[in-house]
């Protein structure tokens, strides 16, 4: 598909331009049809709401600093203990949630100054109780690491790059706009997604509406633990081995990034016994199982 290749281009090459990548993957999810694919593209153009859930990129850990005294002297950007805190506090005051777009979050990237949040004179209390004997607080603030928001930018491009690399490859040859819809259905796309944006390992949900959600989690290089997951939704141990021959085939595909040949093969004879007496279990369904545990088998999601 000409609008992957041009995700691709824009995502990888010397000079990259993240926002023309996200603005196309706009137009992608919806093509796709994927409302969870379209609401990470609009958060990361326009920023992530109060009430919505973060990825975990965007949780940034900080240092907590402080300007003291003992009464004689002024110590300058002190580095303060938070371990006595209570957990709850010492969460809200080391860790920040970066909402902003990804267009500023971009621009702060490139600030050749630190970035610090300054803290509010009620914790002055509870972070004093760290302070020796005769110190007195006068200012704190949080401190992000160095890098940090060059981080989230790297991870947003990163885990866009990939998902659109796992979609190409997983895509018929003839697909186009006229029936994307219908074909990342099969594909599993939705699934794909959500293992390639927000999860290490890839946590596979089946079920929806009144039916009940089962959860499993496939671990990367571990094809024992694939196999069992493919075995409890019904792949036969004779499909599961032609697996691990084209696994062995492929060989490691980190570099890629995408299913080798081989495993797509499968993938697709397998999407093609859906819904019959060689594997009873609908289309639609088999495609997220199958872009899941393999995808997170092959660590795509990390």
């Known amino acids: 598909m000409q609008l992957l290749t041009e995700i691709i281009a824009a995502l990888s090459g010397e000079k990259t331009n993240l926002v023309e990548a996200i603005f196309k993957a706009k137009v ?9 694919l379209r609401q990470w593209v609009d958060s990361e153009l326009s920023g992530y709401r109060d009430e ?15 300007q003291v005294t003992d009464g004689l002297h002024v110590y300058n950007d002190q580095v303060l203990p938070v371990f006595h805190l209570e957990k709850r506090l010492r969460d809200k005051l080391t860790v920040t949630e970066l909402r902003e777009s990804v267009v500023v979050v971009e621009r702060f990237s490139q600030s050749e100054q630190d970035l610090i949040v300054a803290l509010q004179p009620e914790y002055f209390p509870a972070l004093s109780k760290g302070l020796r004997r005769g110190f007195e607080l006068l200012r704190a603030w ?38 994307l819809r219908q074909i990342a259905e099969d594909v599993g796309v939705h699934e794909m ?7 290490d390992n890839v946590n596979i949900n089946i079920g929806s509406g009144t039916q ?24 036969g141990q004779a499909d599961i081995a032609e697996l691990r021959q084209a696994v062995d085939e492929d060989g490691t595909r980190e570099a890629e990034k995408s299913y080798g040949p081989k495993v797509r093969q499968w993938m697709g004879g397998m ?17 997220g199982v199958l872009a899941n545990a393999i995808s997170g088998y092959y660590g795509f999601g990390s």
Do not use: C
């Open 212 to 235: 009940s959600q089962l959860s499993y989690t496939v671990h990367k290089n571990d094809f024992a633990g694939l196999a069992k997951v493919l075995g409890e939704h019904g792949v």
């Open 52 to 66: 919505a859930a973060l990825p975990s990129y965007r949780r940034l850990h900080m240092t907590i600093m402080a």
């Open 271 to 287: 999407i093609a016994k859906a819904g019959s007496a060689a594997w009873n279990i609908g289309i639609q369904t088999a495609g």
């Open 142 to 179: 949080g401190k992000h690491s160095v890098g940090a928001h060059l981080q989230v930018v790297t991870e947003v491009r990163a885990r866009l790059l990939e998902f659109v690399l796992n979609l190409e490859g997983s895509l018929p040859d003839d697909a186009d706009s006229r029936n």
């Open 28 to 36: 992608l999810a919806f093509r796709l049809g994927d409302a969870d």
């Open 193 to 199: 997604f959500k293992g390639a944006v927000f999860g």
